[in-house]
């Protein structure tokens, strides 16, 4: 079985939704977590953009676990709807 979240960094109802998934995850372990960077804010606020790129390139260079970390560290900032930070 698989879950698959599309998201975006900037958006409101993600960052909301973002600690539950992460309970969910905990609990249940056995299930496979796909992550899809959907920034569909981009337009609007280029962090949204350079937010997904970010999270991106810490996949690439330190692995899966890294990139959760770091998923979960941008929306426990609770920075959202144009505020997160570069």
Known sequence: MAVIEF???QCVFCSQFSPE???VMKAQPDVRYIFK???IFG????A???AAHQCLAVWKEKG???Y???HYAIYATGHFEGKIER
């Open 7 to 9: 998201f975006d960094y």
């Open 64 to 66: 899966p676990e890294a």
């Open 37 to 39: 960077e959907w920034p």
């Open 43 to 46: 337009s609007r606020w280029e």
């Open 21 to 23: 998934l992460e309970k």
């Open 48 to 50: 949204s953009q350079q």
């Open 68 to 70: 959760v970390t770091y």
